[in-house]
């Protein structure tokens, strides 16, 4: 997951993911380190002078024919299990057991 960059401003960084990515608008205000949706749709709509969701329309991927997906994690390996310990003969479990 991205992390924002602390060199860069939250705005600048949820345009840029606005404009590369089709992550949900809820989304990009986390990874642009807002901590609710309303304060970065307020903050955005105050600097941009439109709504994030009108921002990438004009400005996203999805405008230009292209969309990008974040690579997807690579499956998991299966390892295989270990055997089983054998079972204990009859007599065995009863000693075990106190019997």
Request: aromatic content about 10%; glycine content about 10%.
């Amino acid at each position: 997951m991205q992390r924002p960059r602390q060199d860069v401003h939250p705005l600048a960084h949820a345009k840029d993911l606005l404009g590369r990515t089709d992550f949900p608008l809820d989304l990009i205000a986390i990874l642009a380190g807002f901590r609710s949706f309303r304060r970065f749709e307020a903050a955005f709509r105050q600097q941009e002078g439109v709504s994030p969701g009108a921002y990438r329309r004009r400005h996203g991927c999805a405008s230009r024919g292209r969309r990008f997906r974040p690579p997807r994690p690579p499956a998991p390996r299966h390892y295989p299990m270990a055997p089983c310990p054998p079972f204990l003969p009859d007599d065995e479990g009863a000693a075990l057991e106190g019997g």
